[in-house]
Each structure stands twice: as C-alpha cells, then as structure tokens.
C-alpha cells in the first residue's frame, strides 16, 4: 500500500511535514497584544449600545443584539488583572462552549502566523495566568493566547 | 451498542417500542380491574410481541429476552391457563420498566445486561401456576424441535393441537400427540372455571385427533377451523391496518426546526406591528385611493400573520394525555406501597399545552400526587370510619380559561392541617411567631410552597427525588405560570396551576426607569396607578401603597435593578405568587407583543430577569420576572 503513491502526493507530503501555522486574531488590551484562535473568532464589530444585564458579575458588560441574536459583552481586563486606562473600540465575537460570547478590546491589531513550534508554554505564574494557554514571541511584541472557554466557564453563574 | 448503520432502524423502533409500552402499561393496569378481558389481553399480548420482534430484529438480546418471557406469562393469561394478580402484574410491570430503561442506555450508547433477576421471577411467577406440568412441557418442547414444530413452543396446548389439526393426518406426530396427552392429564384440576372448560375443549380435540387419525379428516370440520382462522387474522390485520393510518398522520420533526420557524415567525410578527405604526401614521398624513388600498392589503396581512403565529403555535402543543397517561401507574404504585385505596379520575386530556411545559411538568406533578396519596387520602379504615366512600378519589384535571390553560390535582382526603403547617414553620424558624398570628389563611396555606418547608422529606421511594413544594413552585413560575392551593379540612385539598398557552410570544407593557427601557408581562399585572394619585406609607421601614383599603408593598424597581434614583411615575400593581405587590416605574411606554430570547447560557438562570426581547427599532430590551425580584426584595429585606 505504503508504495503506490499517486502523482502529486509527494509534494503535498513534504508540505505537511513541514510544522503547522496557527493563525491568530492579534488584538490589544492596554499594553498587551493578545490573540485569539482565528478558527473561535465569528466576527469583528464596532461597540454598539450594551445593555447593562442587572443582577449579573461586573465583567459581563450586558447584552448586545447581534443580527438577531442576543449576545453577552465581556471586559477582560479585571479578570486579566490589567488596568483599566484605554477605551473599548471594538468587540471580537468568540465561539465558546458557552455559546457566541463578545469581547471587548482595544484595538484589532490584524491577523498573526505563528508556526506551530514557536509557541512556548505560559512561562508566568500567579492569579491571572490559569487564562493563559500559550505566548509566543512575534515581531510586534510577545503575544499571549487566552483561554477563552477557561473563562468563560468561570464567568458562567 | 447499536451500531451506526442500525442507528435509524433502532430509533424507530424506540420510538415504537415506546408508544407500545405505554399502552402496554395502561392495558395491564385495566386487566388488573377486568382481568378477563379478552380484548385487552389480546393488545398487551400483540404489544410485547410486537416489541420482542423488533428487539429481536435489532440483536437487543436483554430485551428480546425479558419480553419473550413477559410474552408467555401473556400467552398463557390469553390461553386462561394462568390468572392474572397483582403480584404477576408486578412482575410485568417490572419487565416494561426494563425495557423502558434499556431502550433509554441503548440510546445512550451503553450496554445493557441481562437482568436475570427479572428473567427468573418472569418464569418463576408461570411456574407458580404451572409447576407441575413443567418437566413435561420441556419434553414437549424437545419433541416439537424433533418434529421441526419449534415454532409452536410455549404456546397453549390447544394452540398446539389446532395447528396439528390442520396438518395432513400422515404427517401429524405420533409422539407429541402422545406427550400432548400427559401434559393434559397432568393439568391440575383444581383450576379456575374457565381453565377447565379449556381443558375439556382441548380434551375434546385430542379426541378429534385420535378419531382422525382412523379416518378422513372431516373435510366441514377442517374448513369451519379455517374460515374462523381467516377470520380471526383478518380482524386482527384489521386493527393494524388502523394503527398504521394513525402512525402515518404524525410526522416527526427535529425539535430545531420548529424553534427557527418560531424565531422567524417571531420577528414578522414584530415587523408587521412596526408596519402597522408606520402605515397608520401615513395613512392619517395623506390620504388617497393608494393608501386605501395599503390599509386594505395590511389587514389582510395583518390577519394572516396572526394565523400564522397561532399555527406555528400549535405545532408545538401536544395534548396533556401525552403527561397524563404515565399517571395511572404512578398512582398504582404509590398507593399499593403506601397501602392506600384510590382511584384517578382524569379530565381534558384533549386538553393542549406548549411541549416544553409539558415536559416539565411531569415531576411537579408526582410530587403533588403523592402528596396527595400520602398525607392526604386516608388509610381506607379511617375513610370508611369517616363516613367516606372507602377509595380516595385523587382528579387530575386540564382545561383553558381565557389564553391560559389549568391544571388542577385535587384529593377528598383530610385536607391540610393549618395547625400542622403553622407548627412546621415555626419550628423550621421560616415564619416568626408573630408574623404568624398576622397571616391569613390563604398565606398559610402557602407556606407549603417555602423553600424550608419540606427539606426535611428525605428521598424516599416514594417520590424517588427529594424535591419539595418549592421546586414545584419554582418550576411553575419559571413558565410564568401561577400556582393556588385549597384546602378544607376533612373535605380535601386542590392545588390548581395555571400556565400560558404559548411560551414563546408574550404580551407585555413597556416601562421606562431612568433611561432604561424594561419589558414587564403583561399576565400577573392587576391594575396601573399614576404616581400623584398613590397614597405611600411605611409600615416598618417597608414602604407600602394603599390602595382603597389595601395595603400593599412596595417595590422601588430602580432602586432593586440597582439603576439609582428616579421619579415615581407610576406604580404597577400585580399579582406575584400568593400576593398583591406593587412595583414603581418612572414612565409607560405602552404594550406590546415580544418575542422572548434567551439570555444564553453564560448567564443561566437570572433571578428576576427572564429574558431579551430585541425591539422593533433593534434595541435589547430586557424582560422583568416579577416573582423572581419580589424574592430578592425580601432577601434584601432580611439581611
């Protein structure tokens, strides 16, 4: 079996052995760049009226109507241990085991290609780096991925 | 494991295998009060056939098994050769648990094992009857094997010898038709009445047999046997062929569909008020025969999707039969263990209700059933001492009042006993003593439904789960229903629930507090007072409103959403559990049709917040829950 190889398979072997890019949503919260799996990223938007969901944790900001479709706006920064200077430009809307849930950024930095073996594993410690999953060093500074469904489980009530 | 290519095949015959079994259990439940019941027999005997061939089909070999077996204490129930009683019904019922389990592990993907258990007491409770005819009944099964005849083992002897009959004379074996003729003399005699005309009809066959064997068969005798076999089969495929159109006019749709069709037909309906708004305005600012034709074509439209709202409604709405008709046994069960006497008398079965209520219902309604059974029926002694027909009645009613449908479970038990209750709460520390002595009748009676109130019920097999009165409460409400209950001493006591017809549209008024735009059903809302015209006290550090000679407490909704101050515009006067509560809001906006969204699951379960509604204008408005706020004003009150 292994003998037969088709025409074309070659090449396309040698491609998958070479090591997997990950694409990234690469966006900022104060003075972090922080990405998110481009695979968990529905759609970008610019911050649209948020109603406040009474009775519900401070870093669920509210609910926002999204074609239709009610979804949660979470701010990160409190829980990222992060100051709160910069203002919310955008929301990122994630896909997570909860659902379509909205994140509040900064700025949208653009997608980013980190190769497979360039992520290093989360090298800090302490209250907030349970949310982290990996860094990776990039040409615009060091990159942190979260771990949003680590969130948004602890989030949930 | 069912494997995948057999996955479809299996979910059909789950979902036949279902309905089967529950018309198996209430035919088992009517042949325990006419255990003679030909018909009856007949359809339980057909319906553990019918779910053992399908088993059979799918390699289910615990249920294959267990139905076999069930299948042959039936047989010889038909045959009169056993009688049914309510330990042998015990044992079938038993059987259709299992097999109800089974179906529901398969489904799962796990693995079922053979309950051998249940498979001894299924032959042990025929040999119960039969014991000694059983060494000669495996030899007859050996002989029929050795004849090539397997397929007529285990049934009744006469069964076996009509098919003899009808075999060519050379062909019929000698030495089954022997064994057949022990078998016959080993029957106890001393059996029912009807047993022993069996045994004379089969005597008198056999005689038949032998006689034949000398001469030719009576060709009349042979044709009469078959025409009332044909006959019998063609009545038989009769009924199937019924059961079978019935199948046919029910399509099976994914739960999904009718969920986006709901959503969709949720926002026409949104669409079409903002239409109407916009078009009414046009029509006051210009006035022509193209407006008069706009007016004409919307109200058609308006009709229609009104029409359509409702049909898509009731694709959702299943009879009340579909939770009612689990609650025969139920009530068996419960009252065989608890050595009650009584009986359920159902009503408005036809009665139609929203799927997802249905659902949920179920529970609650145990738990007050068996309440019911348990404190309030009396033993049958005590009923017949009071003057009271010796079974207890427990009615389990449905209808609809105005766009709601009732549910009502009442007893003519001894009713609650106030003293008891009030006993109950104080010790429990739920009420304080002079609270007490201030509350009605009716907020005593709700006291059953506080959360302290039954903790102490531990899990018994009775109910199976420790929920207590408060569960039931909160399920009700969290269909927006309402729950009432009454009691007389010695006479009885109802409980009566009420829910929407629909769940997914509802009616509410749009209030304004602050800046924010809240949406409040419009179901529990009594009345509405403009703000100068309320009379507002406080009664220690409450505030409250009196209204004519009322007093009534008072909720400061801006204050509770935590919004900050504002205006009292108006108050808005409800009907929240067991009382009247008013609740202030700065300004009304009308009311209005919405369509509720849920909050989605990183939210859960808010208490006091039942869900979204997005406006016609696209705006998320937030929909009050009016039980859930009063709850937390007084946690907030007890703190």
Redo the contacts between chains.
């Keep these: 079996m292994a003998d037969i190889v088709p025409v074309g398979e070659k090449e396309i072997r040698k491609e998958s052995q070479e090591v997997a890019i990950l694409e990234f949503l690469g966006i900022t919260l104060e003075d972090e760049l922080i990405g998110f799996p481009l695979t968990e990223v529905l759609s970008i938007s610019k911050v649209t009226e948020i109603v406040p969901v009474p009775f519900s944790p401070s870093y669920i900001v509210g609910v926002i109507n999204l074609r239709g479709d009610i979804i949660p706006i979470l701010s990160l920064k409190s829980r990222l241990g992060l100051p709160e200077n910069k203002e919310y430009t955008m929301v990122v809307i994630l896909d997570t085991s909860f659902g379509k849930v909205g994140i509040l950024v900064d700025k949208v930095v653009g997608v980013i290609k980190i190769p497979a073996n360039k992520l290093e594993p989360n090298p800090m410690t302490g209250r907030y780096s349970r949310y982290i999953r990996n860094v990776a060093k990039t040409d615009q500074g060091l990159l942190i991925i979260i771990d949003i469904d680590r969130i948004t489980k602890e989030s949930s009530l | 494991m069912i494997p995948d290519e057999m996955k479809e095949i299996f979910e059909e015959f789950a979902v036949e295998a279902r309905e089967q079994l529950e018309s198996l259990e209430n035919d088992m439940l009517e042949l325990e009060k006419d255990p003679e019941n030909e018909e009856l027999l007949n359809r339980a005997f057909r319906s553990m056939h019918t779910i053992k061939g399908g088993a059979g089909f799918l390699g289910l070999n615990p249920i294959v098994e267990v139905a076999h077996k069930a299948e042959d204490l039936l047989g010889l129930m038909r045959s009169g050769e056993l009688k049914l009683t309510p330990e042998i019904n015990d044992v079938i019922f038993r059987a259709i648990d299992f097999i109800k389990g089974a179906i529901n592990r398969y489904e799962e993907g796990e693995d079922v094992e053979m309950p051998e258990d249940l498979i001894n007491d299924l032959i042990s409770a025929k040999e119960g009857k039969t014991v000694s005819k059983e060494d000669e009944k495996q030899k007859l099964d050996d002989l029929l094997d050795k004849h090539g005849l397997s397929h007529l083992k285990g049934k009744p002897i006469e069964e076996i010898l009509e098919e003899l009959i009808l075999l060519p004379p050379d062909k019929r074996p000698e030495e089954v038709i022997k064994e057949l003729d022990k078998l016959i003399s080993v029957q106890p005699v001393s059996k029912e009445e009807a047993e022993k005309k069996d045994i004379e009809a089969s005597q008198r066959m056999m005689e038949e047999v032998k006689v034949e064997e000398d001469k030719k068969p009576s060709v009349e005798e042979e044709k009469k046997e078959e025409e009332r076999k044909i006959e019998k089969k063609e009545k038989e495929e009769k009924a199937e062929k019924v059961q079978e159109q019935q199948v046919e006019k029910v399509l099976r749709i994914d739960v999904k569909k009718i969920e986006d069709l709901m959503?969709l037909v949720g926002?026409l309906v949104l669409d079409r008020n903002r239409l109407l708004r916009i078009a009414s305005n046009l029509i006051q600012e210009h006035q022509s025969k193209y407006t008069d034709e706009l007016e004409a074509v919307l109200s058609s439209i308006d009709r229609i999707v009104g029409d359509l709202q409702i049909a898509v409604m009731k694709t959702r709405m299943q009879p009340v039969k579909r939770l009612f008709q689990k609650f025969p046994r139920v009530v068996r069960d419960i009252s065989k263990m608890l050595g009650k006497e009584v009986e359920l008398v159902m009503e408005g079965e036809d009665t139609e209700l929203d799927k997802s209520i249905l659902e949920k219902l179920e529970e609650p309604l145990i738990h007050i059933i068996r309440n019911s059974i348990d404190h309030g029926i009396e033993p049958p002694e005590e009923r017949v001492r009071l003057g009271k027909p010796r079974k207890g009645v427990i009615k389990l009613k449905a209808y609809y009042q105005g766009d709601r449908i009732f549910i009502v479970v009442e007893d003519d038990g001894r009713g609650i006993d106030i003293e008891k209750v009030k006993q109950k709460a104080l010790e429990r520390g739920i009420v304080s003593e002079d609270k007490l002595e201030k509350m009605s009748e009716k907020e005593l009676l709700f006291l059953i439904f506080n959360p302290g109130f039954s903790t102490a019920e531990k899990v018994s097999e009775v109910s199976g789960r420790g929920v207590g009165m408060d569960v039931v409460a909160n399920t009700v409400s969290s269909f927006r229903g309402t729950i009432d209950v009454e009691s007389q001493r010695g006479k009885g006591t109802k409980i009566t629930m009420s829910f929407p017809l629909t769940i997914g549209i509802i009616r509410s008024i749009m209030v304004k507090i602050k800046d924010?735009i809240f949406a409040i059903p419009i179901y529990s809302v009594l009345e509405i007072l403009p703000g100068e015209s309320t009379e507002i006290t406080t009664v220690s550090g409450r505030e409250v409103l009196i209204v004519r000679d009322m007093t009534i407490p008072l909720i400061n909704l801006s204050e509770l959403?935590?919004?900050g101050d504002s205006e009292i515009g108006y108050a808005i006067v409800a009907w929240v559990g067991n009382q009247r509560v008013a609740f202030t809001v700065e300004d009304l906006l009308g009311d209005e049709e919405i369509v509720v969204?849920?909050?989605?699951?990183?939210?859960?379960?808010?208490?006091?917040?039942s869900g979204?509604t997005?406006t016609g204008d696209?705006?998320?408005?937030?929909i009050l829950d009016l039980d859930g706020l009063l709850k937390?004003e007084i946690r907030s009150i007890n703190v």
């Design positions: 959503n926002e924010r959403l935590g919004i969204k849920p909050l989605g699951k990183l939210f859960g379960d808010i208490e006091g917040i979204a997005i696209g705006k998320v408005v937030l937390r």
